[in-house]
């Protein structure tokens, strides 16, 4: 069973609250600490070999859109709802931008979308 690594990138340095939930939903999270977390989620993806990234900042998207043009991951941005995630990692994203919605309902649902896709 695959146990997704999944960053999270935070803006105001927040993210405790989603990688609860991606624990929770059987995955292992890395916070990245501090302000403007959210640029170094591609950093951190490419470090760690993570399976997904999370980006969260008022717009929903610097940070997804930072990864996608430094390492190729693929992006969508703007998110501002769970379904909206889940819908990502089904078509595939690999880095999914959010507005402000730091909640374990998103952890777990994101975390358990990928599991769906990629469990063997």
Known sequence: MNKPVVVIGHRMGKGQLVAKGISEAGGTPIVIEGLAADMKVGDVMKQNEADLGISFCGSG??????AHNLYGYTARHGLRTVEAGVTAI???IQVIGFGFMDTEELG?????????LYES
Do not use: H, L, M, V
């Not at 998207?61 to 930072?66: K, M, T, V």
């Not at 649902?109 to 990928?114: D, G, L, R, S, V």
């Open 108 to 116: 777990k649902e994101i975390t358990k979308a990928w599991k769906t």
């Open 61 to 66: 998207g610097a940070g997804a859109i930072n």
């Open 90 to 92: 089904n078509e595939g």
